[in-house]
């Protein structure tokens, strides 16, 4: 299956993404592990080294650790597979040098280089983000098989420039550093903990999943996925040419998707009768966002069950979704369309939950949560800080809604309750716009439980 990206910014990973796992493990470990000897005792004045030596002291706890000691550390670290940070320096510096030399040639696989060469000719800013210390990517891409690589890729992000992989902050930092808006930046791994953490940066994420790589089986979490990068295409500053969008095929898939987490919610019961609706963006500029269609049971909904919108919550006249026999789009579509335009957000879901019905009414001021872990589903601290979910006041007309909202709006927190209505949600697509919803429902079940309203 392809997918189609509209990003400024894309950030790759290297082991099991762009390159074979196997090439580290089988070639590039054990070059590492025959030099290090040789690099504690003949450079242990470098910087870099020293540096790299003190922190492995630090982490045995062993201030006085010689280099023989140090050595045999690192290839038990090795051994282990262990993505520490000073190890990673001491790989770098020792392949730097072997790719310097020639004795080394960094691996990528086939489908790789063209589509990079592809997305970066189409004004895609590419950027390599992993667990190998910078010196060593950099060494990587500036050694190839198909030559220098290095002019593709502007950023280099590891473990000690941008933090743990496996951490919503460090894509948090990277997004800063590159001054791009979340939503904008894609990344591209093999290992579902980081786009889990990626996404919940707010990134836009997709699983490259290739036979034989370490976690092939793991699954990939609700991610986009791909064999090969081919099936992936990139567009850029809003993704659409001047009067073009989404064609029928894509307007179809994304009524697939709608429709199948439009069935989780209504097994919920969060969506009865007819009510509710979700939307994803398709294109920026102009906006078009696809929209469940109005008056079907959202428990049943089919691919074609859906309707393509503008920027104000329209029907595209003669789109696939206007002429399939879609329907019309419920009003709230403008609100929808409103959500996008104002948070940047990829998907929004609204859902008539009884919790954020008899909670806007308990607390037509906000519902404040404080000191709880399921506040990370957020990206919120789970504790020190208070989070809190607007209540607006309902109103037919969109326009005056979506006023209220973006008054309303409070940082890191993508949601709202409309009184005596029922609960909007926002995310980077439609699986982070889902796990969202799914958290701030829970919360709203605690406090109706807890008795405190």
């Known amino acids: 299956m392809s997918f189609t990206f509209d990003v400024d910014h894309v950030v790759l990973d290297i082991e099991g993404t762009t390159s074979a796992t196997a090439f580290v493990v089988d070639e590039l470990y054990p070059y590492a592990r025959e030099r290090f000897g040789r690099l504690l005792t003949e450079r242990a004045a470098d910087p870099a080294v020293r540096r790299a030596v003190e922190q492995v002291r630090d982490v045995l706890g062993e201030p006085a650790a010689d280099a023989g000691r140090i050595e045999r550390v690192l290839g038990a670290w090795l051994d282990e597979d262990r993505k520490t940070t ?48 910078v010196a060593a990517q950099r060494a990587w891409f500036g050694h190839s098989a198909e030559g220098d690589l290095r002019p593709l890729a502007e950023e280099f992000y590891d473990t000690e420039n941008a933090g743990p992989k496996l951490v919503a902050a460090s894509y948090g930092t990277i997004a800063r550093d590159l001054g791009a808006a979340p939503e904008r930046v894609l990344f591209l791994s093999d290992r579902p903990g980081e786009l889990d953490a990626a996404r919940a940066a707010g990134w836009r994420t997709a699983a490259v999943r290739r036979p034989g790589e370490p976690y092939y089986e793991s699954g990939v979490s609700g991610h986009a996925e791909v064999a090969s990068f081919a099936e992936l295409e990139i567009r850029t500053g809003g993704g659409t040419e001047a009067g073009a969008g989404p064609g029928a095929e894509e307007v179809r898939r994304a009524g697939a998707l709608l429709a199948a987490e439009a069935a989780r919610f209504a097994s919920f019961g969060w969506m009865r009768g007819t009510s509710g609706n979700l939307s994803v963006v398709l294109a920026r500029d102009p906006l078009r966002l696809a929209v469940t269609a109005s008056g079907r049971d959202k428990g049943e909904l089919a691919a074609d069950d859906v309707v393509l919108v503008d920027d104000r919550g329209a029907a595209v006249a003669g789109t696939a979704g206007a002429a ?20 940047g957000a990829g998907a929004v879901v609204h859902v008539h939950t009884v919790a954020a019905v008899a909670m806007g009414r308990r607390r037509p001021g906000g ?87």
């Open 86 to 133: 000073p190890l990673k320096t001491l790989q770098g510096i020792v392949w730097a040098e072997g790719f310097g030399s020639g004795e080394l040639v960094s691996h990528f696989y086939p489908d790789v280089v063209p589509r990079l060469r592809d997305w970066h000719a189409a004004g895609a800013r590419l950027h390599v983000y992993s667990s190998g210390s």
């Open 324 to 343: 399939a026999g879609a329907g019309r789009p419920s009003a709230e579509a403008g609100l929808h369309a409103r959500v996008v335009r104002s948070t």
């Open 367 to 453: 519902v404040v949560f404080r000191d709880l872990e399921m506040l990370k589903g957020l990206g919120l601290p789970a504790e020190g800080t208070a989070a809190r979910l607007p209540v607006i006041g309902n109103s037919q007309d969109m326009d005056v809604l979506g006023d209220r909202l973006e008054a309303a709006r409070e940082p890191g927190m993508p949601a709202v309750v409309v009184a005596g209505h029922g609960l909007y949600v926002w995310g980077a697509d439609l699986i982070q716009a889902r796990h969202h919803a799914e958290v701030v429902q829970w919360l709203l079940e605690l406090e109706m439980a807890s008795g405190l309203g």
